[in-house]
């Protein structure tokens, strides 16, 4: 079998996460306690995937004292950084050149939680002689995505970037199989859209651009709301009502529930509630607090006795 290397695109502000984001990248932002990003790189390592390029740009500094290179996580882990934002198609191109191998290569957008089979996504890609394959989900409404359209082979038609009246329900779920001559084919250093230039042109000229539809679990994080639900799937999943991360304390009256992240060295004061909340690294939930749907930022001491819904605490 050829290699599989990938890129990670995380070089985003996640305006839409403000104010999480203020100091902190999107991909960076905590989801079950930890960094969305280690999710992404697991899910890399477990479909065979042994070289992976963070294409960095907003607060690039902060990814490397994390991940390093890799080692504790399995996976080679390298990091591009982009000066100057240069579009999904040029973070692509910038990352590539730091790549090793010269198998298929998985690109991956920052900001979703997906458990689709990324292997069958790579073996599909491989038997059929693609140029790239997409993977694709179906929404309700698809108006705020990229809606694509296939012919009977799966291989893609007309790829729609957001449009009001979308052809159909099946979207571009952000997750890429790229050959490596198609990566060389993006012009180095430019500023390109890979939705909105790339895959067009690809289309136009012919190339085998076809699509993996897979209709299990999805979900783009760009909202606090979106984060929220993200975190507390996977607290579920892992079979919990909430998760106690190292050295928290919580009162023996406290309830705690919803899917909640209590973070390290956290506690949580006599006769708190707290409920489908993330709750950071040192704070403090005062005695009597009761919390719905909220963020505590790292450090912050919520007073006690406060009633919040869909609220920030610190940030």
């Known amino acids: 079998m050829t290699n599989r290397s990938a890129i990670l695109l995380v070089g985003g502000r996640g305006t839409r996460l403000a104010p999480l984001t203020n100091n902190t990248p999107k991909p960076m932002l905590q989801v079950a306690g930890v960094p969305f990003t280690e999710h992404q790189i697991n899910k890399a390592r477990s479909a065979g995937i042994t070289e992976i390029v963070l294409a960095t740009s907003f607060k690039a500094e902060l990814f490397e004292p994390y991940f390093g290179d890799g080692a504790n996580f399995g996976i080679s882990i390298k990091y591009a950084v982009e000066e100057v934002a240069l579009g999904t198609g040029g973070a692509i191109s910038n990352a590539?050149?730091?790549?090793?191998?010269?198998?298929?290569?998985?690109?991956?957008?920052?900001?979703?939680?997906?458990?689709?089979?990324?292997?069958?996504?790579?073996?599909?890609?491989e038997s059929k002689g693609a140029d790239v394959t997409l993977y694709l989900t179906e929404v309700e409404d698809a108006r705020a995505y990229g809606a694509v359209e296939l012919d009977g082979s799966g291989r893609l038609s007309a790829f729609n970037e957001k449009m009001e009246n979308p052809p159909t329900n099946i979207i571009n779920a952000g997750c890429y199989i790229f050959n490596r001559q198609i990566i060389d084919s993006i012009p180095f250093g430019?500023?390109?859209?890979?939705?909105?230039?790339?895959?067009?042109?690809?289309?136009?000229?012919?190339?085998?651009?076809?699509?993996?539809?897979?209709?299990?679990?999805?979900?783009?994080?760009?909202?606090?709301?979106?984060?929220?639900?993200?975190?507390r799937d996977l607290v579920f999943e892992m079979k919990k009502e909430f998760l106690s991360l190292p050295e928290s304390t919580i009162a023996a009256d406290a309830v705690i529930s919803g899917g909640s992240v209590i973070g390290r060295r956290t506690r949580i004061e006599s006769l708190a509630q707290v409920d489908g909340s993330v709750i950071g690294d040192g704070a403090v939930v005062g005695a009597g607090a009761r919390l719905k749907n909220c963020f505590v930022a790292d450090g912050f001491e919520v007073p006690a006795s406060v009633i919040a819904i869909d609220n920030y605490f610190g940030f």
Request: hydrophobic share 45%; proline share 4%.
């Open 190 to 231: 430019k500023v390109i859209s890979v939705e909105r230039e790339t895959f067009p042109q690809l289309l136009a000229t012919g190339a085998k651009v076809f699509g993996f539809i897979d209709k299990s679990y999805w979900l783009d994080i760009g909202t606090p709301a979106a984060l929220l639900k993200a975190s």
């Open 96 to 125: 590539a050149a730091m790549l090793e191998g010269s198998g298929p290569v998985a690109i991956f957008n920052g900001d979703v939680l997906s458990k689709h089979d990324l292997d069958g996504q790579f073996k599909s890609h």
